[in-house]
């Protein structure tokens, strides 16, 4: 029996509700840099978890300057948008990370997100406190989503798991699949309430899908007995 003690959680599409947040952001930011959010739509929908100015950085280019100043305008209309409310969590999402955190498991939640629209959600959501711990891309030296550098960033600075087999992985995104493949984890779940189906998911490496994140508690148990 493998104990998992490591839980790294997706936020947008995982754990919080996104209803589309992301595309509008994304619409605005392109809005105000003057280019067409129509020839970027389909990209940013198969990029769906990848760290926003990366996504930025092939949109524009690699036009540096131009991709920080969309980012900006993302991170901006996204908080805008967190501020009016209309921001809420995957129903069921709280208790299932504070039924994990019970058991004695380590919950780290994770964002291809800025630090700022990451704390802007958290509390938004009342959620400071509801996981161990939080990371974005800057956090684990700027790379997000598919690389694994913020599973492994919690695998260590938690020293929640002995090996890195004891990780969980989930998320609603191809990216986060294979970001959890490329960690080691042990379990790398995909959840529908997000991004991409189950095709897409499976095809890159998840190792179960479930309906939702509140299936989890009772997946790790289910593969610990």
């Not at 994304?26 to 990209?43: S, V, W």
Request: glycine share 12%; net charge negative.
């Amino acid at each position: 029996m493998t104990d998992m003690n490591l839980i790294v959680l997706d936020m947008a599409g995982t754990t919080v509700a996104d209803d589309g947040l992301v595309e509008r952001a994304f619409t605005a930011a392109a809005e105000r840099l003057g280019e067409d959010p129509a020839t970027m739509i389909d990209h940013v929908r198969a990029t769906m978890g990848e760290s926003k100015i990366s996504v930025f950085r092939h949109l524009l280019g690699g036009d540096e300057t131009r991709a920080r100043q969309a980012n900006l305008a993302f991170e901006e209309a996204y908080g805008a948008l967190v501020a009016e409310g209309l921001i809420a969590p995957v129903p069921g999402a709280a208790a299932a990370i504070a039924e994990l955190r019970g058991q004695g498991r380590t919950v780290v939640l994770t964002t291809g997100f800025a630090r700022a629209t990451q704390d802007a959600i958290l509390d938004a959501l009342g959620w400071r406190d509801l996981a161990d711990l939080t990371l974005c891309p800057a956090d684990a030296g700027g790379r997000g989503r598919p690389y694994p550098d913020m599973v492994l960033a919690a695998f260590l600075r938690t020293g929640a798991a002995a090996d890195v087999r004891q990780t969980v992985v989930a998320g609603d995104t191809s990216y986060d699949m294979l970001s959890g493949v490329r960690a080691g984890a042990g379990i790398v779940a995909g959840v529908l309430t997000g991004a991409h189906d189950k095709a897409a998911l499976t095809a890159h490496g998840a190792t179960h899908v479930l309906g939702s994140v509140t299936g989890l508690p009772a997946l790790i148990r289910e593969y610990e007995s």
